[in-house]
C-alpha cells in the first residue's frame, strides 16, 4: 500500500516537473497571455482539467516556474561560493556558473524578462526576495574585489553582469551561431570575468 502511494506521489511529481518544462517552453514562445491551460495539457499528455490538479491557475504555474529557477540560482551560487576561500576564484566559478545557467535556460531568461509581471503581487514579492538574495550573493564576492566600493555600486556591477551573461546567447543565435558552442561559453566568460573584475 506504501509503495502504490510513492509510485502515486513520484508520479505526480513527475508530471508536474513536465508540465513545467511545457510551460517554459510554451511561455518562451508565446508568451504567457497566449497559452490557455488547455494548451498546456496538451503538451504533456493530458486534458486542461487535469493541470488543476497540480496548480490552481495559470499563474500559479508561472510562479512555479520562475520560482524554481531563482532557487536552482540562489542554492548553485551558494554552492559555489562555500566550495572556496579565495574571491578571485569564487567569481570565477560565479561567472561559470551563470553563464552555463544562460545558455542552457534561454527560455526561461526570456520569460522571466517579459512575464515578470504577470505575476500577483505575493507571487512576485516572493520571486524577487529570492533573487535579490542571489545578487546580495555577488555582492559579497564583488565586495572582496573592490573594497572601496559602496554597495549600491556593487550592485550595478553585479547587475550589468547579469545582463552581459543572460542577453549574450539572443545575440548569439541572432548571428547565427549555436549558443551553446564552447567558443560562446569561452568569449561570455572572458567578457564577464573583465567587466566584473575591472583591473
Do not use: C
Not at 552581459?164 to 569561452?186: E, I, W
Amino acid at each position: 500500500m506504501a509503495e502504490a502511494g510513492t509510485a502515486r506521489e513520484r508520479g505526480k511529481a513527475d508530471r508536474t516537473a513536465a508540465l513545467l518544462a511545457a510551460a517554459t517552453t510554451l511561455f518562451a514562445e508565446r508568451g504567457f497571455a497566449g497559452v490557455s491551460m488547455e494548451q498546456l495539457g496538451a503538451a504533456v499528455g493530458i486534458s486542461g482539467p487535469a493541470v488543476y490538479r497540480h496548480f490552481a491557475n495559470k499563474q500559479a504555474v508561472l510562479a512555479a516556474v520562475l520560482r524554481q529557477v531563482s532557487t536552482m540560482l540562489l542554492d548553485g551560487g551558494q554552492r559555489v561560493r562555500s566550495s572556496t576561500e579565495a574571491v578571485d576564484e569564487q567569481l570565477r566559478l560565479l561567472v561559470a556558473f551563470h553563464v552555463d545557467f544562460a545558455l542552457d535556460s534561454t527560455d526561461v531568461i526570456r520569460v522571466q524578462d517579459r512575464d515578470l509581471a504577470s505575476l500577483g503581487a505575493e507571487a512576485r514579492h516572493e520571486v524577487r526576495r529570492i533573487q535579490r538574495e542571489y545578487v546580495e550573493l555577488w555582492v559579497g564576492v564583488l565586495r572582496g574585489l573592490h573594497p572601496d566600493e559602496s554597495a549600491e555600486r556593487l550592485r550595478i556591477r553585479a547587475h550589468a553582469g547579469f545582463g552581459l551573461m543572460n542577453s549574450t546567447p539572443h545575440s548569439a543565435r541572432g548571428a547565427g551561431v549555436a549558443p551553446a558552442t564552447a567558443q560562446v561559453r569561452s568569449v561570455l566568460q572572458s567578457l564577464a570575468l573583465a567587466a566584473l573584475r575591472d583591473r
